[in-house]
């Protein structure tokens, strides 16, 4: 029984993982570092604190020593599921048509969990919707541009962009060595995505050249008239982590 349900299992996977990599968009914003199953609850985790400022002399001195401090964390690790039932004569009914009923469900749950993860990716855990218990990218940024912005005009996204780095430039942010990913609500990347100057020229190669090698992305989990700017995996893994204890099976 155990080998029937293993090698049902792994049948499932090469249906399921495909089309589920085509649309999984939340994973490619943060670094994903793989657990050890659902059998872990829980994970502790460090926060360094700032340093001061460094020292510029023409000998080493005492007075510039930082004694490294940190907050230790233990986090619960939330699970992400689907349940679902099928009527047992609807069931043999559409088996013996020749519908594979078992994949058709599996990718329709998994459809639902990747919805899910993407939600606590990008806005954070919360269980009633409006109360976030862990924060995600959006609701975790410490910097937001507020400054209305017409995205239906060509160039205004990248107006508002500009606007988001000059203030984290004033927080001391390096935007211009890090690669950045912008990911917007659909009602604006939709209106960037048609955005052309007079000259028919399209405004996304230009966009995509001011996130300095980052990417373009869309995600109905914003809400309408909201967008994201954060560093991509690569350059801002020091600062967020997406801890998957168990793939999707």
Known sequence: ?????????????????????QINKARKLVQVVPGEGFGETSIDWVELQKMSQAMVSYNFSTGNIDTVDFALTNSKIPIVWKDYTIDRRLYEAMRAKGTDVDASAALDAAYMV????????????????????????????????????????????????????????????????????????????????QSRNLNGHREIPELLDLLNGGNIFKSGTLASGKALLSPTPDTGSQYVDFYLSQEVF
Do not use: C
Not at 1 to 21: C, E, G, V, W
Not at 115 to 122: F, K, L
């Open 1 to 21: 029984m155990t080998n029937a349900l293993y090698q049902f299992s792994r049948n499932m996977d090469t249906k399921i993982h495909p089309p589920l990599r």
């Open 114 to 193: 990747n919805s899910a993860e993407e939600t606590m990716i990008i806005r954070g855990v919360s269980r009633d919707g409006t109360n976030y218990e862990m924060n995600g990218l959006y609701e975790g940024a410490g910097i937001d541009y507020s400054t209305g912005t017409n995205v239906g005009a060509f160039g205004g996204i990248q107006d508002a962009v500009v606007g988001a780095y000059e203030l984290m430039d004033a927080a001391d942010v390096p935007t211009d060595a890090l690669k950045w990913n912008l990911t917007m609500a659909p009602n604006i990347y939709n209106k960037v995505l």
